[in-house]
């Protein structure tokens, strides 16, 4: 497994302002993602981060809404920018640690946005 | 396109019951099947996974699940269900490795003492 640490892990947020969340992993890991996870509902894929190229976004997703960085192996921020109340969402970083075949994706607790 | 389907989206039993929460998918080929748990205000856990082989997987918290491939299944089992299993469970499936990883909407499990 692998421990997937998420900051903040609860914030309120004013419209129009953006918040950037951080994801810290206790090892090297090739692949991050980051999920959205709507009120009631499952969770959808936003992006793909790779270190040291840009992120691959999900349809739906831009770039200009969800900035990502990938600074090194371990860790990884996502922006959500100018936040509306439709952005209230849990946030999931996730790693990829599936050995022999068939990727086994580990979440961080999340981090739980309110947007008022 | 890949997808897999949960058809309940809240299941109740007592609990010392057996417990089922379905699951089935619509891939092509072998795909590789996960379950996931996500208790409350908490993240997503990791229960178990099937790649290949014996189609009765065991995963965590006594929790097993069985794939069949001609009902294109994987439902999640557990022999006696107690109420901390009370939880949302996410079923998901990956086409081939590398593929996106797909989750259902979600199963709402309740056990009642």
């Known amino acids: 497994s692998a421990v997937i640490s998420q900051k903040p892990s609860r914030d309120i947020c004013q419209r129009g302002t953006s918040l950037t969340i951080q994801c810290q992993v206790d090892?090297?890991?090739?692949?991050m993602f980051w999920y959205r996870q709507q009120p009631g509902q499952s969770l959808t894929l936003i992006a793909t981060?790779?270190?040291?190229?840009?992120?691959?976004?999900e349809s739906g997703f831009v770039i200009d809404k969800f900035p990502i960085s990938r600074p090194n192996l371990t860790f990884s921020t996502l922006t959500v920018s100018n936040m509306s109340p439709e952005d209230s969402s849990i946030y999931l970083c996730?790693?990829?640690?599936?050995?022999?075949?068939?990727?086994?994706?580990?979440f961080g607790e999340g981090s739980w946005l309110t947007v008022v | 396109a890949q997808s897999v389907a949960q058809p309940e989206d809240q299941v109740n039993v007592a609990e010392g019951n057996p417990l089922t929460v379905k699951c089935t998918y619509s891939?092509?080929?072998?795909?590789?099947l996960f379950w996931y748990v996500q208790y409350p205000n908490r993240g997503l856990q990791f229960l178990l996974k099937?790649?290949?082989?014996?189609?009765l997987v065991k995963g965590s918290y006594g929790f097993e699940a069985e794939f069949n491939k001609s009902q294109t299944s994987f439902h999640l089992k557990k022999p006696s269900a107690l109420v901390s299993d009370s939880a949302l469970y996410f079923c998901?499936?990956?086409?081939?490795?590398?593929?996106?990883?797909?989750f259902g909407k979600g199963t709402r499990l309740h056990i009642l003492p």
């Open positions: 891939v092509s080929g072998n795909p590789y």
């Open positions: 998901a499936v990956e086409k081939n490795r590398d593929d996106k990883i797909i």
């Open positions: 099937y790649i290949t082989g014996d189609n």
């Open positions: 996730s790693v990829d640690r599936g050995p022999n075949g068939g990727n086994t994706i580990y």
């Open positions: 090892s090297q890991v090739t692949m």
């Open positions: 981060a790779n270190q040291g190229s840009e992120a691959t976004y």
